[in-house]
C-alpha cells in the first residue's frame, strides 16, 4: 500500500506511474525512439519538479471537553455527545478549539465573541468553528424543542392548482432563520464542508429524533433556479412539471444514498435529506437552514436580488425574538482576501 511508504517513495511512485501512461498512450514501436524521448522528458525536470516535503507540527489535544464546557455551565453529558458529534468519539480538544468554545460562549463585560483561527493545516481548524456551533445548536434545542416529522416532498408527484411545501413544513418550534453563514472562496471548499456537515448530521441524528440542525448549499450549481415554489400558491401545469423533474432525479439519488445510510463515507457522497440536509434553494428559501455554506460571489448576488429576501427577513425576525440569539458569520481562508478583491468582499 503506497500510504505505508515513506514521503519519497511515494513521490517515485507516483512520477512511474505518470511515466508508464505517458509512454502507453502515447507508445512509438523503436525502442531506441522511445528511450530518447524518456531521457528528454526526464532530463531538467521536463515532467515534474522535486518534491518539497512539508514537515507538520503536532497539535497535542489536552483540553478535557467536559471541563471546558462546565466553565461556561454546560453539563458533562453535554459535552459527551458535543464530542461524539463533532470526532465521532470521546476526544480532548485542542487549545485552540477550547479557546475558541470559551471565546465564542463568553458572557462577560468585555464581550469579546470573535475568533480568528491561523494554525496550520491539519491543526483542527474546521472543528474550532464546528464545536461552538454544534454547542449552540444543543444549547437551543434544550431551550426550543421542535416537533412534527420531515416533508418527503420528493416522493409526491405535483399537479397542477396543488400546492407546493418543503421538508420543514411540518417542523414546529423555533424559528426557521440563518444562525450561521460559511463563506468559502471556491466551490471545492464548499463541497468539502458539505461533507463534514454531514456526518456531524448523521452522528446527531443518534442523540435527537429530528435533525439538531438543517443545513444546505448555496450556490451557482444548487437545484431550484430563481423561482420559489412555496411563493406561488396554486401552481401551473409548468410549474408542476418542473417541480415533478426535480423530484425525480432528487429520488434518485437519495434512494442509492440510502444504501449508504450510517456509513460516513456514504455521507461524503450523498446528501442525508433526513438528517437535516436541504438541497434545493426551494427548501432553504421557504424554511431558512440553521447553517448556509456558500460563497462571496453567490452571496453578492443574494443580496441584490428579491429571490432570496425570504433568508434575510426569516433571519431578522429570528434575531429580534431574543438577545440570546447569537449569527455566526464564518469566513474560510481570510488571509486570500486582499487588495481589491479582498476590498470587495469587505
Not at 248 to 263: A, K, N, P, R, V
Not at 274 to 295: F, H, K, Q, Y
Not at 307 to 327: A, G
Request: net charge negative; glycine share 6%.
Amino acid at each position: 500500500m503506497i500510504s505505508e511508504n515513506t514521503p519519497l517513495e511515494v513521490v517515485d511512485h507516483v512520477q512511474d506511474a505518470f511515466l508508464r501512461y505517458y509512454e502507453t498512450q502515447y507508445w512509438i514501436k523503436p525502442q531506441h525512439l522511445m528511450d530518447e524521448r524518456r531521457n528528454l522528458l526526464l532530463k531538467n525536470n521536463a515532467l515534474f519538479s522535486e518534491p518539497v516535503v512539508e514537515l507538520i507540527n503536532p497539535y497535542p489535544a489536552t483540553e478535557d471537553a467536559a471541563a471546558v464546557c462546565g466553565s461556561i455551565g454546560l453539563s458533562e453529558e453535554f459535552a459527551n455527545r458535543l464530542t461524539d458529534i463533532v470526532f465521532g468519539a470521546d476526544f480532548k480538544l485542542r487549545p485552540h478549539q477550547a479557546d475558541a468554545l470559551l471565546t465564542t460562549f463568553n458572557s462577560g463585560a468585555v464581550g469579546k465573541r470573535n475568533v480568528i483561527v491561523t494554525t496550520g493545516t491539519g491543526s483542527g481548524k474546521t472543528e474550532s468553528f464546528l464545536i461552538p456551533l454544534i454547542a449552540r445548536f444543543m444549547q437551543e434545542r434544550e431551550c426550543t424543542p421542535i416537533s412534527g416529522s420531515l416533508l418527503q416532498w420528493w416522493k409526491t408527484r405535483h399537479h397542477s392548482k396543488d400546492r407546493w411545501s418543503g421538508i420543514r413544513s411540518n417542523i414546529r418550534g423555533a424559528k426557521p432563520a440563518l444562525r450561521s453563514l460559511i463563506l468559502y472562496p471556491t466551490n471545492a471548499l464548499v463541497e468539502d464542508q458539505i461533507s463534514r456537515f454531514r456526518m456531524a448530521a448523521m452522528r446527531a441524528s443518534k442523540h435527537y429524533e429530528l435533525p439538531l440542525f438543517f443545513f444546505g448549499r448555496y450556490t451557482g450549481e444548487t437545484v431550484g433556479g430563481t423561482w420559489s415554489p412555496a411563493e406561488l400558491g396554486n401552481l401551473n401545469a409548468t410549474r408542476a412539471r418542473q417541480i415533478n423533474d426535480v423530484a425525480s432525479d432528487l429520488e434518485e439519488q437519495f434512494d442509492i444514498g440510502e444504501q449508504f445510510s450510517g456509513s460516513e463515507r456514504g455521507a461524503e457522497l450523498f446528501a442525508v435529506p433526513m438528517s437535516g440536509e436541504m438541497v434545493t434553494r426551494w427548501d432553504m428559501l421557504e424554511s431558512a437552514p440553521d447553517v448556509l455554506i456558500s460563497n462571496t460571489s453567490m452571496l453578492n448576488i443574494m443580496l441584490l436580488r428579491e429571490n432570496e429576501r425570504s433568508l434575510f427577513e426569516q433571519t431578522k425576525v429570528w434575531l429580534e425574538e431574543s438577545p440570546e440569539n447569537q449569527f455566526t458569520l464564518i469566513v474560510d481562508e481570510l488571509h486570500a482576501y486582499r487588495g481589491t478583491s479582498g476590498a470587495e468582499v469587505a
